[in-house]
């Protein structure tokens, strides 16, 4: 099981920008993908963003494509989330998510065993 431990979200105007961080502990994470996911009330939890840990490959939801950058700390075993031009409609509980890597896309929930508690972010016009 990985512990994930989000941190950095907050109430920020429209164009501004925030960063997230998610700190992993307990496994190596050489054979995760991680990922951003985030759920506004009344709504499913959708993907954001995901990175296979062990390599480059990042992928992104088309609306935060040109925004947001996903990318980590292999020292530290953190992953961080850059948003930036942010959005009314970018307001949302950010969650981490750790999983195996799989046959699942990664823009699935079911790709992801371990979740972190989540941090809200909230953007006003």
């Known amino acids: 099981q990985v512990r994930l431990v989000e941190s950095g979200g907050g109430l920020v105007q429209a164009g501004a920008s925030l960063r997230l961080s998610c700190a992993a502990s307990?496994?190596?994470?050489?054979?995760?993908?991680m990922g951003w996911f985030r759920q506004a009330p009344g709504k499913e939890r959708e993907f954001v963003a995901a990175?296979?840990?062990?390599?480059?490959?990042?992928k992104y939801t088309d609306s935060v494509k040109g925004r947001f950058t996903i990318f980590r700390n292999d020292t530290s075993n953190t992953l961080f989330l850059d948003m930036n031009s942010l959005k009314p409609e970018d307001t949302a509980v950010y969650y981490c998510?750790?999983?195996?890597?799989?046959?699942?896309?990664?823009?699935?929930?079911?790709?992801?065993?371990?979740w972190g508690q989540g941090t809200q972010v909230t953007v006003s016009s």
């Open positions: 998510a750790a999983g195996l890597v799989s046959t699942i896309p990664v823009a699935s929930v079911r790709a992801f065993s371990d």
């Open positions: 307990g496994r190596t994470l050489r054979f995760y993908s």
């Open positions: 990175i296979i840990w062990s390599g480059q490959t990042k």
